[in-house]
Structures are given as structure tokens and as C-alpha cells.
């Protein structure tokens, strides 16, 4: 431990703040993570509050989780602090920030993120210093130390005479962010003249004109950040006007939108425009809002805004359903699917959609403090029921949680809420072209794009080679296993061409292809689908990117299986097309039986086979996949791919990382003329259970897997799903014109669910050539034309794809 400061941390602007904040440091005589017992004033309680949400409250330090994650935090402080070197340029020797050639090109990107990553480990250091437990817990030298790397950077880099340069959001929102922390958690040593600099820096990069008008950067997850910059400037800066207006500019996030950043009625959440984002610019917004709604409870600026009842409907409807087990789906995160372990990170944490998941968790648990007691009482039964399940990666001992979060999970774990299981059901998200399937022992998600949602992002560097990721990419886990499938190394070692469920074209494609930022759009509209919450019908028509690939691709997602066809595949890129079924990650050593037919494959690295006339295939441990009438053209491979995080994402580490997988797939061949598949895939399912679904060739009937409709009949499961390309009949139905269609018979009665994937709000006249004496109930869209031997409906679906249901009697 130092025994003093060294001379070069304090600058002469250092040493007169250091005098003129003697006065408030002297007569200090409680620890500095304690709470003096009465607060002086409204901004002193604020930040007194801001302090216990960032450090945690009721916890036992000596106990566990606590003491392992506060030593560990000491041990990075210390490596940080042993690490500092303030020069020229910068306060970390591995983050230089003065940029020679300062604009908005890549390299000043990185610049200015360095200067970023230097106040996030000062703000590291700071928690250090004031939580217990970390073995600099009221270090006088090192809270020295940190008040100069203060100096150092606002000298050189964030002051308010500075030009930004680089990434805008480093300057308006990760910099002040951490700035803002390090204020509130050590405000009693800083002086005034500190004060008056910081906020002076913060008023210059973030004016009250950054929340003026609710467009560009200031929308969504960006305006909740920038609204917390304001609010913790008010707090440190005792400005009423700051807090009013954080609190004021929060109010255009609320309501739901139709297009474009934020929350939508169906539970969609965008960012970027086009991006959907629940599990990270999403679990931002949820962080700051639970965060901001903590802090100004109570208070003269408490957020009062009825729309806020959005956020907290959006817990159920907009985040929940994206998470499993503890993690979140990582269809919904965008370009944080690629970060893997950062360069920057000296705590060398491997991010995953456990972690993302566990960020939202955490989330939730600070969000019911300002909830109603009924959605309390709800919200505590699920996160106790996602601390239970997940296997994988425990909540309660992860690496992505500060001691505060795991404090307020751990309460309630250790409450009285019964926990909650994972609900059983089917969630349709048309506004982010997005499905989730939940069946009793697994789920599955499923990624898509159209004119309205991209491919995928890429930007910063960041996600380089997803490009196929919303080409009708389906991913799955069980409820006891494979909850790593995606986590474990998955997105570095995949060959990227062959994402589970897509069909592509082998065409090589440059990493960041299509563009930075969702630009990268195919010009389709048909993409959606229906359903009744239980069962449904999705469908994708395909262009690929920077291709002239084509498909029509359909899922059934059913009781315990999805169904799924594809047709009209056609491309002249003179490539191979290809789709697939499985891509799955078997870990670093796995060699888990492949049985095709009854017979086992061999496991040899390497091994490649052409499955041919296959009519069912079992994967040991993950699940079965049947063939109906037998495969064409069916390809398998077992092989070990190594890469690393540096490959698809340029701030990561290029350590090697090797994954082993089993492929399966259709391979159409070069330049295919409308080609074809079907396929069931089965989770979980045993050997025994593939091979009798195989054999019970009654089970499903295809009815139509063409480039102008697809549908399916499963007389088991009284299932009738269709999607129409383009109008026409298949089977008893008849539409109009191009929708999505799904009849569930129960009994004595059906529920018809039908909506129009085009948007165009064209009228669709729907025939069901069966008896229909009567209906029961419809939504208000859909108008009963006749009943009695078939049914015509007319539905009116409007523009945002949603699902219309009608529910007849049988004759």
C-alpha cells in the first residue's frame, strides 16, 4: 500500500483544490460508506440515496456472496491503482486519450473511449475506497490519488473548454456517468472549486439542449442516460433546475411508439431505429429508469408522470419474455452478443447472455421498490424463480453485478415470495420481427428482418460477421440443459454462414457488410406471423444480404416440436446455398452420439456425411430432428473451428478459442432454382421419441411448401397453421390476399387467428371450409360474413401486423 502521494499525481490546480477542500475533508470522522444521520439538505439526502444505490444497503460484508465479489474488488483496485502512471496524453499507460488528429474517425473513437475507460476504473477505485471489505476501505492515500487522477484528466481531457472528439457518447454519457459517481461517493472531499469544475465540464458537454427535442441520440436508452447525467448534476451541483428538467425529459420515453426507438404495444423494444435491443440498450433504459425512479422517490422532482406505467408493464410484456433461465435471448442484444472478454476489462470478464440477463434481473429487483404492491409481489416470484434455475452461470455469484445488485437479489431470495416458474406459451414481437416459444422443458427464439428490422448491427467495430443472424436464425435451450449453447465461446467458433435455422448463400462477405448501425435491410414487408399465445405461425420471405438469394421460410412452433419449411430458394451469386438445421455447440471436448436411422455416426473430428433418404436424426443430450418423407440433399459434419473475440469485435482479446460442433444442413447447391425443405425439430427429445414421431407419418401433414403458400396440418393437435405469399387456397382455407393464418380446434369449438404481415392494412376475406353453426366472440377487426357449412371472415388487420382472433363452434 502507498505510505504517500506521489508528488507527480497532484498538478498545482490539484494542490489548490486540495487546500480549498481541507475544510470539508478535516473534521470527517465517520467512515466514508457511512450515513451521517441527518442529511443537511434535499441534495444531500439525493446524494446520500444516489451513494446507497450505487454501494448497496443491508448486506453482511463478511458474509457471502458479499466477501468474495468486495475482495475481489479490492484486488482489481489494487492492480488499477499499481497501474497508474499519469503522463501527457493519459492516466493509464494501456489508455491514451489525447488524440493527435482529433474528429469522429475510428481512432478518435478509440481515444475518446480510453478517456472513458480511465474514469471508469477511477470510479472502480472509488467504490474500492468506500465499500467495506476490499482492503482500501478508507485509504486516506488512495482517495488522494483518485481526487488527482480526478485533476489529471479534467486538466487535460474533460473540462469545459474541451472540444469532444471521437464517440459522442463517451463526452454526454459514459464519462459524466462515472465523473458523477466518483462526486456523489466522495463529496465530502472534494471542495468546492472540484465542484464547480466538474459541473462547469458536464454543463458544457451535456447542455440542457442534449433533452430538448427527442430525436437522434437523445431517444430511448440515450435519454434515460442523459437524464441521469442531469439528475446526479443537480444532486452534486445543488441545482433544482438540473433535477426538474431530468425528471421532465424522462417523460418522452414513456408512451409507446409505432416505428422507430422505444417501447411498442406488442412488447418490442428498439434502438437505433431498426435494432431490436431489449437485452441491452433495453436493459439500459430498465437500469437508469429503476435507478432515477429510486433516487427521486419521495423528493420535490419525484417522477409523477402517469405514462411511467409503461415502464413497469414492460417488465412483464418487454423483458421477461426474452429471458430464460437467467439469461437473455441474444436475438434481442444487438452487437453485445460479440463482446466476449474487452481488452479494457482488467477483470477479464467474459461477457454472455447469462450476464445480459442477469444485468435486467437485477434491474427488476431495483424497479419493484417503486412498483405497486401487486406487481411487487409478481416480480419477486420471478426473480426468485430465475436465481433457482439458472444452472449455468448462478445470479447470486456473478461476475457482471456489483455488490448493490447482488444485495438487493440476495433480499429477495432470501424473502418469502414463492418462486415462479417458467411460464409455458408463445409471445409474437411484429414490431422487431422477433417469436418466442415456451413448451414445459425448453424454449426457442427466432430472429428475422425485413424492410423495417435489420440483418443485424454492427458498429464500433462491434459484431462484425452476424450478418445472417436475422435470416431466420432459431435459436433454443432446455430447461436443464444446453443453457450455455450460445454463452460458451459460441459466437467467435460458428461458422457464421451457418447460423441454426438460416438459409444463405456461401457468398463471401466483408466484415461490418451492409453497413454500421442497422443500415443493412432486405426490401421485403411479408414478415410475421399469428397466433393464440399457445401455438402460432411465423413466416420470413428472404433476400439475403448483399445477395440474390430468395426463400420463403415458414416456422410451426407446436406442443413439442417446431416445424419448419422452406421454399421458392433460388440465388445466382455462384455460391452454394444452403439451409440449416442445426448448428450446435458441443463445448470444447464434446463428442455426444449423432444417430441417423438407427445408426451411429462416427465422432472423429472431421467426419462428414450425406444423409440422403434420412427420415429422422437424434443428437445425445440436445435433441431430435425428423424428416418428413424422407431427406434431399442432407449434409452433416462434426468438426472443431477456432477463432477469437478480436475476430468479430475489435476492442476484445485475441486469445484462441476452440469450439466443437455438429452440423446439419440442406445444401441446395450452386445457384439453386426454387428449392425446398422441411424438417422437425424436436428438443429434448429422446432417441426412442425422434424415431416414433418419424414413424408416425399421420402426425403432420404438409399441405402446401411452395414459393406462394406454406401450411401444415397436425389432426393430433387440431392444428392448422398457413401462410399465404401471395392469396389463394391450401386445404379447407382460402384467403385473399397474403396473410398468416393458424386454426386451433379444441373440442367443440376453434379459435381462427389471422393477421396481415404486409402492414398495408388491405382487407383480407378468409373461407374455412368446414361447418361453422356459430361465433362465439371476435375482435372488433374481424367481420363475420357467414357461418354454417364453411365460414367467411373479413378482417380489417391495420398496419402493425397484430394477431385477430375469432373463436366459432363446430358443426
Not at 368446414?770 to 366472440?777: D, K, L, W, Y
Amino acid at each position: 500500500m502507498h505510505s504517500s502521494v506521489p508528488a507527480s499525481l497532484l498538478s498545482r490546480r490539484g494542490l489548490l483544490r486540495a487546500a480549498l477542500g481541507a475544510a470539508a475533508t478535516a473534521p470527517l470522522v465517520v467512515p466514508v460508506f457511512a450515513t451521517p444521520a441527518h442529511a443537511a439538505d434535499a441534495y444531500e439526502t439525493l446524494r446520500l440515496k444516489w451513494r446507497g444505490l450505487l454501494l448497496g444497503t443491508g448486506f453482511d460484508p463478511a458474509a457471502e456472496p458479499f466477501a468474495s465479489k468486495l475482495a475481489a474488488l479490492g484486488a482489481t483496485a489494487r492492480d488499477l491503482r499499481s497501474s497508474m502512471a499519469p503522463a501527457n496524453g493519459s492516466l493509464w499507460p494501456d489508455l491514451p486519450y489525447a488524440d493527435p488528429e482529433p474528429d469522429t474517425d475510428a481512432e478518435s473513437y478509440t481515444y475518446s473511449g480510453n478517456l472513458n475507460t480511465s474514469f471508469n476504473r477511477l470510479r472502480t477505485l472509488a467504490e474500492a475506497y468506500c465499500q467495506p471489505g476490499t482492503g482500501l476501505t478508507g485509504d486516506a492515500t488512495l482517495r488522494a490519488e483518485i481526487l488527482a487522477g480526478l485533476d489529471h484528466l479534467h486538466d487535460q481531457a474533460y473540462n469545459a473548454n474541451q472540444a469532444r472528439y471521437g464517440n459522442w457518447y463517451s463526452w454526454q454519457i459514459g464519462i459524466p456517468q462515472a465523473l458523477l459517481d466518483i462526486d456523489a461517493l466522495l463529496y465530502e472531499f472534494l471542495g468546492a472549486a472540484r465542484i464547480t469544475e466538474h459541473c462547469a465540464a458536464v454543463d458544457h458537454f451535456v447542455p440542457d439542449s442534449a433533452v430538448a427535442h427527442y430525436t437522434g441520440t437523445s431517444t430511448g436508452a440515450n435519454r434515460v442516460d442523459l437524464c441521469r447525467v442531469l439528475a446526479l448534476r443537480g444532486v452534486v451541483g445543488a441545482s433544482a433546475a438540473k433535477l426538474a428538467l431530468a425528471r421532465d425529459a424522462l417523460s418522452p420515453v414513456f408512451p409507446y411508439v409505432t416505428s422507430g426507438d422505444g417501447l411498442h404495444a406488442d412488447g418490442s423494444f428498439i434502438q437505433h431505429t431498426h435494432v431490436p435491443y431489449a437485452g441491452s440498450y433495453g436493459a439500459v433504459m430498465l437500469g437508469g429508469l429503476s435507478m432515477l425512479f429510486a433516487l427521486l422517490k419521495g423528493s420535490a422532482w419525484e417522477a409523477t408522470d402517469s405514462g411511467r406505467q409503461v415502464v413497469f408493464d414492460s417488465v412483464e410484456k418487454a423483458y421477461a419474455p426474452f429471458l430464460f433461465n437467467g439469461l437473455a435471448m441474444d436475438a434481442v442484444s444487438g452487437r453485445a452478443i460479440s463482446r466476449g472478454v474487452q481488452r479494457s476489462d482488467t477483470r477479464g470478464i467474459r461477457q454472455s447472455d447469462h450476464l445480459r440477463g442477469h444485468a435486467i434481473i437485477a434491474c427488476v429487483a431495483l424497479l419493484s421498490q417503486s412498483a405497486s404492491t401487486a406487481e411487487k409481489t409478481r416480480w419477486d416470484g420471478m426473480v426468485k424463480g430465475w436465481i433457482a434455475r439458472d444452472y449455468y452461470s448462478p445470479l447470486l455469484a456473478s461476475p457482471a453485478l456489483n455488490v448493490s445488485a447482488l444485495a438487493r437479489l440476495k433480499a429477495v431470495d432470501d424473502g418469502t415470495s414463492t418462486a415462479s416458474p417458467e411460464p409455458s406459451g408463445h409471445r409474437l414481437f411484429p414490431g422487431m420481427d422477433r417469436a418466442v416459444h415456451r413448451r414445459p422443458g425448453w424454449a426457442a427464439g427466432l430472429s428475422m428482418a425485413s424492410n423495417r428490422i435489420t440483418y443485424y448491427e454492427n458498429g464500433n467495430g462491434e459484431n462484425l460477421r452476424a450478418w445472417h443472424s436475422g435470416s431466420g436464425m432459431l435459436y433454443w435451450w432446455g430447461g436443464d440443459f444446453a443453457n450455455g449453447q450460445y454463452s460458451d465461446g459460441f459466437w467467435p467458433t460458428v461458422d457464421p454462414y451457418r447460423l441454426p435455422g438460416t438459409t444463405a448463400s456461401r457468398k463471401p462477405l466483408a466484415d461490418g457488410e451492409g453497413g454500421v448501425w442497422g443500415a443493412a435491410r432486405p426490401d421485403v414487408r411479408w414478415v410475421g406471423g399469428t397466433t393464440d399465445g399457445t401455438y402460432a405461425a411465423v413466416g420470413q420471405y428472404l433476400k439475403g444480404l448483399s445477395s440474390t438469394l430468395l426463400a420463403k421460410k415458414s416456422w410451426f412452433f407446436l406442443d413439442d416440436a417446431v416445424v419448419c419449411l422452406g421454399a421458392g430458394i433460388h440465388g445466382r451469386d455462384g455460391t452454394g446455398v444452403e439451409s440449416v438445421v442445426e448448428n450446435r455447440n458441443l463445448g470444447g471436448s464434446g463428442v455426444h452420439a449423432f444417430t441417423v436411422d438407427g445408426a451411429v455416426q462416427p465422432t472423429t473430428l472431421g467426419w462428414t456425411g450425406t444423409l440422403t433418404g434420412a427420415r429422422w436424426a437424434h443428437l445425445a443430450g440436445h435433441a431430435g430432428y425428423v424428416f418428413p418423407g424422407g431427406a434431399t440433399s442432407l449434409k452433416a459434419l462434426r468438426q472443431a473451428r477456432t477463432g477469437a473475440w478480436s475476430d468479430i469485435n475489435r476492442g476484445a482479446v485475441s486469445d484462441p478459442v476452440t469450439r466443437r460442433y455438429l452440423t446439419l444442413w440442406f445444401d441446395h447447391g450452386t445457384d439453386p432454382t426454387w428449392a425446398s425443405y422441411s424438417y422437425i425439430l424436436m428438443p429434448g427429445a429422446s432417441q426412442a421419441r425422434t424415431a416414433a414421431r418419424a414413424a408416425d407419418t399421420g402426425w403432420l401433414t404438409v399441405l402446401a411448401n411452395t414459393n406462394e403458400r406454406q401450411g401444415v396440418r397436425v389432426p393430433a393437435l387440431g392444428f392448422t397453421g398457413v401462410n399465404f405469399w401471395f392469396g389463394g387456397t391450401v386445404g379447407d382455407v382460402t384467403a385473399s390476399a397474403p396473410a398468416s393464418v393458424m386454426i386451433r380446434e379444441s373440442g367443440s369449438t376453434a379459435t381462427v387467428c389471422v393477421s396481415g404481415p404486409l402492414r398495408d392494412g388491405a382487407t383480407i376475406d378468409l373461407t374455412w371450409n368446414r361447418p361453422v353453426p356459430a361465433v362465439v366472440s371476435k375482435d372488433p377487426a374481424v367481420q363475420v360474413l357467414a357461418t354454417g357449412s364453411a365460414l367467411r371472415l373479413r378482417i380489417t388487420p391495420g398496419t402493425l401486423a397484430a394477431t385477430h382472433k375469432a373463436v366459432v363452434t363446430l358443426g
